[in-house]
């Protein structure tokens, strides 16, 4: 079995794959002191949970843009299942062409979102993931990695709400009943979700502007399900498309 690790800013998220199935997947929070020892005893305890022996795993993939955390889970990787990790980064092989400036400055998760969207879903594409930021990539129907947008993510927005203006409460993301708020908090919660589905709306539009024909859009991420199904842009919701991503490129560098 395959296990995929996906390290974010806010949260840590892991499936195991049999083959191209995913079989058990898990969502922990993100600590950036978290040691090797650490991570690897919550790690034991989730395959314990699940009934899941170290021993079954025969391969590892990492993606991460939390850069300290990288050579934790490589530790844990050799510490716990005797196994080289494949990281996602310069010189791996993606199958798909990054023409961006710089492409050393696409996150690995972007990058394998794309190759997910590109390989389920077919170009051209845009892919938006909600995440500690909001991001939107374009795949071209060739294939190739365009480039993006990045926002700030909805719980950023939430928490500078919070701490910036004194007499504002820290909310629950939620949809609220209706856009007209009819208290404080209400009023928050309407701004949030309505102000991030005007936001994704309105870039995507854009977005389809620049591209040469209708794309495919994919949204995906913790809040996806939550905020995406208002989308009026957003065809698809597919919360593993990273983890699925990171299986197909584990399997063009075997």
Same mark, same amino acid.
């Given at each position: 079995?395959?296990?995929?690790?996906?390290?974010?800013?806010?949260?840590?998220?892991?499936?195991?794959?049999?083959?191209?199935?995913?079989?058990?997947?898990?969502?922990?929070?993100?600590?950036?002191?978290?040691?090797?020892?650490?991570? =690897? *005893?919550?790690?034991?305890? $989730? +395959? !314990?949970? &699940?009934?899941?022996?170290?021993?079954?795993?025969?391969?590892?993939?990492?993606?991460?843009?939390?850069?300290?955390?990288?050579?934790?889970?490589?530790?844990?990787?050799?510490?716990?299942?005797?196994?080289?990790?494949?990281?996602?980064?310069?010189?791996?092989?993606?199958?798909?062409?990054?023409?961006?400036?710089?492409?050393?400055?696409?996150?690995?998760?972007?990058?394998?979102?794309?190759?997910?969207?590109?390989e389920t879903y077919g170009g051209p594409a845009i892919v938006v993931d909600f995440g500690t930021a909001t991001t939107f990539d374009a795949i071209s129907a060739k294939g190739e990695y365009l480039g993006g947008v990045i926002a700030?993510?909805? =719980? *950023?927005?939430?928490?500078? $709400? +919070? !701490?910036? &203006?004194?007499?504002l409460p820290r909310v629950e993301i939620v949809r609220p009943k209706a856009v007209i708020g009819k208290n404080t908090v209400g009023s928050m919660q309407s701004g949030l979700f309505y102000g991030y589905l005007g936001l994704v709306?309105?870039?995507?539009?854009?977005?389809?502007?620049?591209?040469?024909?209708?794309?495919?859009?994919?949204?995906?991420?913790?809040?996806?399900?939550?905020?995406?199904?208002?989308?009026?842009?957003?065809?698809?919701?597919?919360?593993?498309?990273?983890?699925?991503?990171?299986?197909?490129?584990?399997?063009?560098?075997?």
């Open positions: 079995m395959l296990l995929a690790i996906d390290i974010g800013n806010t949260n840590i998220v892991l499936g195991l794959f049999r083959e191209r199935e995913l079989l058990h997947h898990w969502r922990v929070g993100t600590r950036r002191d978290g040691t090797a020892d650490e991570y =690897g *005893i919550l790690l034991k305890n $989730l +395959f !314990e949970v &699940a009934g899941i022996h170290p021993s079954a795993v025969s391969g590892v993939i990492i993606a991460s843009v939390v850069p300290p955390l990288q050579p934790v889970f490589e530790e844990l990787t050799n510490a716990h299942f005797r196994l080289a990790p494949v990281v996602v980064g310069p010189g791996i092989r993606t199958g798909m062409p990054i023409l961006y400036d710089n492409p050393r400055e696409v996150g690995a998760d972007r990058i394998v979102n794309a190759v997910a969207a590109y700030p993510g909805i =719980g *950023i927005s939430a928490e500078a $709400l +919070f !701490e910036r &203006a004194a007499k709306d309105g870039i995507v539009r854009r977005m389809v502007q620049e591209m040469e024909r209708e794309p495919a859009v994919i949204g995906t991420g913790g809040l996806a399900h939550l905020i995406l199904t208002e989308s009026e842009t957003v065809q698809h919701i597919d919360a593993f498309l990273t983890l699925k991503g990171l299986q197909i490129v584990y399997d063009r560098n075997r």
